[in-house]
């Protein structure tokens, strides 16, 4: 199983940015994707979670109505759209996949590489 994040850089405070996940090595479709993020010395922190169809996400409360999960099985993609992006939410962002969603870190068994956003005050 190979995840791959992409997105990340350096935004202003208020910014905007679009985190994408590919996924291979087994079938896609079957799979729910999550995000997480992490800070130096903390643990993997849960951020989104979407079902296999897509038909249900869910969301770590201080980011609902910011962040967007969203997925496109035809391309073997996972997006997060993140919004009025604050210092707080640089980190390194992960993605994973499970068979049903799950906001604990150690549910999982595969991760990407991760890819660092960076918000600038």
């Known amino acids: 199983v190979q995840l791959q994040a992409s997105g990340g850089g350096l935004v202003q405070a208020g910014g905007s940015l679009r985190l994408s996940c590919t996924a291979s090595?087994?079938?896609?479709?079957?799979?729910?994707m999550a995000w997480f993020r992490q800070t130096p010395g903390k643990e993997r922190e849960f951020v989104a979670a979407?079902?296999?169809?897509?038909?249900?996400?869910s969301y770590t409360e201080s980011l609902k109505g910011r962040f967007t999960i969203s997925r496109d099985n035809a391309k073997n993609i996972v997006y997060l759209q993140m919004n009025s992006l604050q210092p707080e939410d640089t980190a390194v962002y992960y993605c994973?996949?499970?068979?049903?969603?799950?906001?604990?870190?150690?549910?999982?068994?595969?991760w990407g590489q991760g890819t660092l956003v960076t918000v600038s005050s």
């Open positions: 979407i079902s296999w169809s897509g038909g249900s996400t």
């Open positions: 994973t996949q499970r068979r049903s969603p799950s906001s604990a870190a150690g549910d999982y068994d595969y």
């Open positions: 090595g087994r079938t896609f479709s079957n799979y729910a």
